[in-house]
């Protein structure tokens, strides 16, 4: 945000309240609530496979200004989300974690763990 400009002004840019907070939780259950971001664990069929997802992580958030923390350990890879600029989470962060978790299930639900 820019000087003299309006908080309201750009959607999911405040921080979520507490209620807002255990709601999402409901919605994303796979994820990890911290104080300040939320963290999942995602098992890819193989290490280039955890590579694809990334790729396509990385193209979303892109498309969204706004990109996560990624760590590759083999096939795990594990995504952090928060909104730095805000100090905490928002909207920005639930909507990439669905957009994720969406991504995802789009390129391995037919595939065995
Ligand atoms: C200028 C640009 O919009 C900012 O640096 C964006 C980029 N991506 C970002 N990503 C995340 N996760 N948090 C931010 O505050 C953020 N800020």
């Known amino acids: 945000m820019g000087f003299m400009t309006a908080s309201h002004d750009k959607s999911g840019d405040e921080l979520l309240s507490a209620d807002r907070i255990s709601a999402v939780a409901a919605v994303l259950p796979e994820w990890e609530f911290g104080d300040r971001v939320i963290r999942r664990d995602f098992s890819a069929p193989t290490f280039l ?5 990334v790729g396509r ?19 795990t890879v594990t995504i952090a989300l928060s909104t730095h600029s805000a100090g ?11 957009a994720i978790d969406d991504l995802f299930h789009e390129m391995f639900d037919a595939v065995e763990d």
């Open 49 to 53: 496979d955890g590579i694809a997802f």
């Open 57 to 75: 992580i990385a193209t979303e958030a892109e498309n969204r200004d706004h990109h996560p923390d990624i760590d590759i350990r083999w096939r």
């Open 88 to 98: 905490g989470l928002t909207e920005l962060d639930v909507a990439l974690a669905g």
